[in-house]
């Protein structure tokens, strides 16, 4: 690189070329990052590269910022509470790609934190920032036209589920939302707070921004913007004040906007069915009934919660919605579900710590650093409140943003360099050994599958063959038993070849599959529909009991759990009627009660589930028509097929509250 020993490594040719690295990894983080765990492949693996350049320049001599003990302690204790419980997670995959979160995270925090005191090229951050919004809006465009029919980098193998689809480098609107007004706000704020000729860039970055955001087809940069505008101004006034400057101006603007917020709030108030509206508006997709089940998730694991990314599957059978849980849409809440209170209050300290040194740097004399910790307060705040209302913090892209603020509001005004001692070089070496070894480690395991995604994407828009599919996810499948992806290949399976030993082997790699997520209710019951295919009932009941117990799952409109039940005690039943009327009589009744809902049905393995109305009742008939058959013989109900299970276990999976 050209450098003598001793050189500071964030002014270096080698921090320059981290910088470039580490602003391609959060474009890739935004283009390619979905809602499973392999596509945070491609993203460990880029990050490997700016992590190992930075590991080769301390090899070499160079030297970093000293990194105060507050700085250690959430990297070190904090990062490594979140790490440890990715890897205690049964929920394996997803705890995978939780763990890609943290390792970013913590990549993207120390590049704000020696960017922050950083003299060298203080011009390339509105570079980077105004080039990753015109990406954005470029990509907003293209969609727009409809030249991109389907998303852009976005794995397909996510079948289901959110930030899949094609709205710009984002795969969900509100997140696309989020990323223009957060980058918006740190515009404004860095405008406002350097002011002058040298402020017209990051002015025409936040009018960009701020405009381009409304057309995202998301709902939230009507209350996102104005907010955004009003921390602009708070900020700018803050970053007076500590700077011993007149704040007449900043004030009196943060006053209007807050009176007209408050004159907009009460005329909408006023108006009849005005706060109904606004309560609708902010429980869209039943906001406040989700954070109600990741409340109900923690108190079962109050301390340190039940593991990386387990909401859903601890909120699944207790939910009532049409809607499968995907996340509680309230970061606090989904953290108290997954990391217990231990979580929660290394979240809120960091929180509170970073806020407390973020004012003490306000008052920085070096050049224009008040105006980047007062754009990074700015940012950071606009991402903590709306974290309250959505699960920004799942998409590396957006989370990458608030680590890199968070990184600036930490770093002192007069850093002095790192000393020379063996020991302080050895622990810098190691923590990043450390996170390099993690980030192979993710991309080993997540990275291939990436690639393979392309190859069955193809044959998704061709709209070829079952069996054609079925084949391209065999191989995909046997080193990687995803269960979301497994469950979408044994429905292929038992659809392309209808068989005996095809029902088996989608047995085989159910049990596979439930190993890493015991919890996965779909593919528990596509398991036990395949074992009724078997003629296995004994089995199939025995899976279905953990979930139907009195007390336990609820029938809502997710999936028709409880008809899958009757109709497999049904099956059970019905080959039981010559050989033993007694039993029969007794799984004949107790089917019965549960057929309900069983039109429109999702079907696990495309069961012979799907009914008309019609043969839904013909169904009904005939369970009714065969138990007083049974009764006129004289059977009477056995229940020993009820017969308790084995040693150790549950009752049940879930026990409903």
């Known amino acids: 690189m050209g450098v003598s020993d001793g050189f500071r490594i964030s002014e270096s040719g080698y921090g320059r070329l981290a910088a470039l690295l580490l602003w391609v990894v959060w474009v890739c983080c935004m283009a390619t990052h979905g809602a499973q765990a392999y596509s945070s492949g491609l993203s460990c693996v880029l990050l490997c590269l700016p992590v190992l350049v930075i590991v080769v320049a301390l090899l070499r001599g160079g030297r970093l910022v000293r990194v105060p003990a507050a700085m250690w302690f959430f990297l070190v204790a904090g990062g490594g509470y979140f790490l440890v419980r990715c890897a205690m997670s049964y929920n394996v995959y997803d705890a995978w790609n939780e763990a890609a979160h943290v390792l970013a995270a913590m990549v993207f925090y120390l590049a704000g934190f020696l960017y922050a005191p950083s003299k060298d090229g203080k011009g390339r951050l509105l570079v980077a920032v105004g080039a990753a919004v015109l990406l954005q809006v470029g990509a907003m465009a293209v969609v727009g036209m409809g030249e991109v029919p389907s998303p852009v980098g976005r794995p397909l193998f996510s079948l289901e589920g959110t930030m899949n689809a094609a709205h710009s480098l984002f795969g969900y609107k509100n997140f696309t939302a989020a990323f223009l007004v957060v980058c918006g706000v740190f515009s404004l704020t860095y405008a406002l707070v350097e002011g002058g000729r040298r402020s017209l860039g990051w002015w025409a970055v936040a009018v960009v921004a701020f405009t381009a955001s409304f057309f995202c087809s998301s709902r939230a940069p009507w209350m996102l913007v104005p907010l955004a505008v009003a921390v602009a101004c708070c900020f700018w006034l803050l970053a007076r004040v500590f700077a011993g400057r007149s704040a007449v101006a900043a004030g009196v603007c943060l006053a209007v906007l807050v009176l007209a917020g408050t004159v907009g709030l009460s005329v909408l108030l006023a108006q009849d069915g005005g706060a109904d509206r606004l309560a609708h508006w902010l429980d869209s997709h039943d906001r406040l009934y989700l954070s109600s089940l990741a409340l109900d998730a923690g108190e079962r694991a109050p301390w340190f919660g039940n593991g990386a990314r387990s909401f859903v599957w601890e909120a699944l059978p207790m939910s009532w919605t049409k809607y499968a849980p995907n996340y509680a849409h309230n970061e606090y809440l989904q953290m108290f579900a997954d990391y217990g209170l231990a979580g929660c209050v290394l979240l809120l300290?960091?929180?509170?710590?970073?806020?407390?040194?973020?004012?003490?740097?306000?008052?920085?004399?070096?050049?224009?650093?008040?105006?980047?910790?007062?754009?990074?307060?700015?940012?950071?705040?606009?991402?903590?409140?709306?974290?309250?209302?959505?699960?920004?913090?799942?998409?590396?892209?957006?989370?990458?943003?608030?680590?890199?603020?968070?990184?600036?509001?930490?770093?002192?005004?007069?850093?002095?360099?790192?000393?020379?001692?063996?020991?302080?070089?050895?622990?810098?070496?190691?923590?990043?050994?450390?996170?390099?070894?993690?980030?192979?480690?993710?991309?080993?395991?997540?990275?291939?599958?990436?690639?393979?995604?392309?190859?069955?994407?193809?044959?998704?828009?061709?709209?070829?063959?079952?069996?054609?599919?079925?084949?391209?996810?065999?191989?995909?499948?046997?080193?990687?038993?995803?269960?979301?992806?497994?469950?979408?290949?044994?429905?292929?399976?038992?659809?392309?070849?209808?068989?005996?030993?095809?029902?088996?082997?989608?047995?085989?790699?159910?049990?596979?599959?439930?190993?890493?997520?015991?919890?996965?209710?779909?593919?528990?019951?596509?398991?036990?529909?395949?074992?009724?295919?078997?003629?296995?009932?004994?089995?199939?009941?025995?899976?279905?009991?953990?979930?139907?117990?009195?007390?336990?799952?609820?029938?809502?409109?997710?999936?028709?759990?409880?008809?899958?039940?009757?109709?497999?005690?049904?099956?059970?039943?019905?080959?039981?009627?010559?050989?033993?009327?007694?039993?029969?009589?007794?799984?004949?009744?107790?089917?019965?009660?549960?057929?309900?809902?069983?039109?429109?049905?999702?079907?696990?393995?495309?069961?012979?589930?799907?009914?008309?109305?019609?043969?839904?009742?013909?169904?009904?008939?005939?369970?009714?028509?065969?138990?007083?058959?049974?009764?006129?013989?004289?059977?009477?109900?056995?229940?020993?097929?009820?017969?308790?299970?084995?040693?150790?276990?549950?009752?049940?999976?879930?026990?409903?509250?």
């Open 349 to 657: 300290a960091a929180l509170v710590v970073h806020v407390w040194m973020g004012l003490q740097r306000l008052g920085c004399e070096e050049g224009r650093r008040p105006a980047l910790v007062a754009a990074a307060m700015a940012g950071f705040a606009m991402m903590a409140l709306y974290a309250g209302l959505d699960f920004v913090w799942h998409s590396m892209g957006l989370l990458a943003v608030a680590a890199f603020c968070a990184g600036v509001m930490a770093a002192p005004c007069k850093p002095p360099l790192r000393a020379e001692s063996k020991a302080g070089r050895g622990v810098l070496l190691g923590v990043g050994a450390a996170v390099l070894a993690g980030l192979v480690f993710l991309s080993v395991q997540l990275f291939p599958t990436w690639c393979r995604q392309w190859g069955y994407s193809e044959l998704v828009d061709a709209r070829v063959s079952v069996q054609s599919r079925a084949a391209a996810l065999s191989s995909v499948v046997a080193g990687y038993k995803d269960p979301l992806l497994v469950n979408e290949y044994v429905r292929l399976l038992a659809e392309a070849s209808p068989s005996v030993s095809t029902w088996e082997a989608g047995v085989r790699r159910l049990d596979e599959s439930l190993a890493f997520n015991p919890k996965y209710l779909y593919n528990a019951v596509m398991k036990a529909d395949l074992l009724d295919r078997l003629g296995r009932f004994r089995e199939a009941e025995s899976v279905h009991r953990r979930l139907h117990v009195p007390g336990g799952m609820v029938h809502n409109g997710i999936y028709p759990w409880r008809p899958v039940y009757a109709l497999h005690l049904a099956d059970w039943g019905m080959s039981l009627v010559k050989s033993d009327p007694n039993a029969a009589l007794s799984l004949l009744q107790s089917a019965l009660p549960l057929m309900n809902g069983m039109v429109d049905g999702w079907a696990p393995a495309q069961s012979q589930l799907r009914m008309t109305p019609a043969e839904e009742r013909r169904a009904r008939e005939m369970l009714q028509t065969t138990i007083w058959y049974l009764k006129t013989a004289g059977a009477v109900p056995d229940g020993a097929w009820k017969a308790s299970m084995a040693p150790g276990e549950q009752g049940a999976l879930y026990q409903r509250r």
